[in-house]
């Protein structure tokens, strides 16, 4: 057998060269279309936030135990378009001074985007005066939680405890 140019690139001489690339190139297809069907699963298991209608954008994220996340980027678009862009404090809270409108919020976590959020920003009846309690899925849990009731927040972190704990055991 003369020399040939294998599908991986190299030039071999050995019968056997064409099957065992032809493995593994079958092998890295499956292992991309697994981690494809994984990652479609697991954002299909999330349940989108509703939208939020408040007075005026503020608002704190906290991890799943209730901890204060500082440093998190909290990004807003209005239209598909970059409206502005904000980093937590030490007490993980955030504010923009925004005119009213639609617009999406993106919470950014170590450089990977934790959540979305839609947010209507405006005056009068239906909008709350309270701010956004954000609750990022990290550490194992799947889904994050946002509200502007401080009752369904304390609820959601004793339910987030709880799917930490079963992983643990």
Known sequence: ????????????RQRGSWLRCFLRAALLLLLVAGFCSVTAAFAETCPTPPEFAVKKLQGEVHGPSGISLPQILVRLSREGIF?????????????F????GRYDIELI????KSMDLKVRIGQ???????RLRIL?????????????SRKEFKQSIKRFEGQLEEKQH
Not at 83 to 95: C, S
Not at 109 to 112: E, L, S
Not at 124 to 130: D, E, R
Not at 136 to 148: E, I, R, V, W
């Open 124 to 130: 009068g009846h239906g909008f709350h005066s309270a």
């Open 109 to 112: 976590f170590m450089a990977t």
């Open 136 to 148: 990022l899925g990290l550490s194992g849990t799947k889904c994050g939680f946002a509200t502007t």
């Open 1 to 12: 057998m003369k020399n040939a140019v294998s599908f991986c690139g190299i030039v071999r």
């Open 83 to 95: 409206a502005a862009q904000t980093t937590t404090d030490t007490k993980g809270k955030f504010e």
């Open 97 to 100: 001074k925004i005119e009213p």
